[in-house]
């Protein structure tokens, strides 16, 4: 499975709301930003197991390139969402600034998954897996994922716009069934 393609995707499915205006706030601080070591599921693995791991990640993920490039659209799709609704300066943004930072930061991203991998996988399943990519279908299956996850993404989305009028009028029921008035979480007095 292409994972940073599903990865990305998903960030950018989980990003790509619509924007929405909202009211000046006031300053505030700027917090550093994580690094790779703050946000690596903190487990103990077997330095064997992780391998096995980061071999299934590595035969997963096929072509660096392909992988980055399979990005784009989607990371182009979330610019535009919010606030930069020009396609082609959109697309600039994404080129210049997104996939440079995305292909300098992408081993961080293959480590993180292979530890994902390894805290719920056992080395035999690993092992598996590794074998399977190694076969034709298991190739074939790495090199039809950018297709595949950009189809289940446009899938995704579809179907949560297809449920989006229904969620919203039920979200509205909800809140007044608990009292609740647009802007905030007053009760109603009984």
Avoid: C
Wanted: charged content about 15%.
């Amino acid at each position: 499975m292409r994972i940073a393609s599903l990865t990305f995707m998903a960030l950018a499915l989980g990003l790509a709301g619509p924007a929405r205006a909202q009211a000046p706030q006031k300053a505030v601080p700027q917090v550093a930003p994580q690094v790779p070591s703050q946000v690596t599921p903190q487990v103990t693995l077997d330095p064997a197991r992780l391998a096995a791991a980061k071999a299934v990640v590595a035969r997963a993920q096929g072509d660096r390139d392909t992988t980055l490039q399979a990005m784009t659209a989607p990371m182009t799709a979330m610019v535009q969402q919010m606030g930069l609704k020009q396609p082609d300066r959109a697309k600039v943004m994404v080129q210049e600034v997104i996939m440079p930072i995305l292909s300098e930061h992408y081993d961080e991203l293959l480590n993180l998954q292979a530890i994902s991998f390894a805290a719920v996988l056992s080395k035999a399943d690993l092992e598996a897996i590794a074998a399977f990519y190694d076969t034709p279908a298991g190739r074939n299956m790495a090199k039809a994922q950018p297709q595949l996850a950009q189809a289940q993404l446009t899938g995704m989305q579809h179907w949560i716009g297809s449920l989006a009028g229904e969620m919203q009028a039920k979200l509205a029921a909800t809140a007044e069934a608990h009292g609740w008035v647009p802007g905030g979480n007053k009760p109603k007095p009984n």
